[in-house]
């Protein structure tokens, strides 16, 4: 079956612009989670998204925003962009949200790559 | 606040050698404990999922353990391989979907 798809790998913008990425989870998943990763901070939760309802989100700034649609498809949003918002940004799938006795197995994307200049 | 250690950082072994990488969290009320692996430029793969209730999972050469009540976990590499080489990264899951990550070990095997 078809991995977790993120789109586009690779991107450069300037400072002040915006950015929207773009994943698809694996079929059948309901769930998604979003991660930056920087060198200096390392891999870090941004938000995730069950039934189109955002459930979770980490200690990012308002800038930093999401959405899923009903087809569990999910964008991320990144405006007035910085020079700190450089990083690589990947995208998890996960069959559905599980409570404390299940075991939520995330499937990782290759990332999109935001490069701000 | 959940924080997570991975000793060591960087790691330079031979062909052939076993070995062992670490990790330890702060807070011991996880769902579960997962180790990825991570090739320069590319996502994670998903190597090893320890459900809290668990002690050990195997798969292949690699196996992983994990003692919650000492927030700590270890992943041995048996007969290491330059295949191996990558940044290995433990992850405690204790929300959701929500992982906190260590800083990884960077792993080199030498043919």
């Known amino acids: 079956k078809a991995g977790v798809t993120q789109t586009p790998r690779y991107l450069i913008k300037t400072r002040g612009q915006q950015v929207t990425l773009s994943c698809s989870p694996i079929?059948?998943?309901?769930?998604v989670s979003w991660y930056q990763q920087t060198p200096g901070q390392g891999l870090q939760f941004l938000f995730e998204y069950f039934s189109e309802t955002q459930r979770n989100k980490g200690n990012f700034p308002g800038r930093f925003s999401g959405r899923q649609f009903s087809n569990s498809r999910s964008e991320m949003n990144v405006s007035t962009l910085e020079l700190g918002d450089s990083a690589l940004y990947l995208c998890a799938s996960i069959p559905r949200l599980e409570g404390r006795a299940g075991a939520n197995v995330l499937t990782f994307g290759a990332g999109s790559r935001l490069t701000v200049l | 606040k959940q924080e997570v250690t991975q000793i060591p950082a960087a790691l330079s072994v031979p062909e052939g050698e076993n070995l062992v990488l670490n990790c330890s969290f702060t807070d011991s009320a996880i769902y579960n404990l997962q180790w990825f692996r991570q090739d320069p430029g590319k996502g994670l793969t998903s190597l090893l999922l320890?459900?809290?209730?668990?002690r050990e999972q195997t798969s292949g050469r690699l196996n992983a353990s994990l003692d919650k009540s000492s927030g700590r976990s270890t992943l041995y590499i048996a007969a290491s391989q330059p295949g191996d080489s990558a940044t290995y990264l433990c992850?405690?899951?204790?929300?959701?979907?929500?992982?906190?990550f260590g800083e990884g070990t960077q792993l080199t095997v030498n043919p």
């Open positions: 320890i459900q809290s209730s668990q």
């Open positions: 992850a405690v899951n204790t929300s959701g979907s929500r992982l906190t």
């Open positions: 079929s059948g998943h309901r769930s």
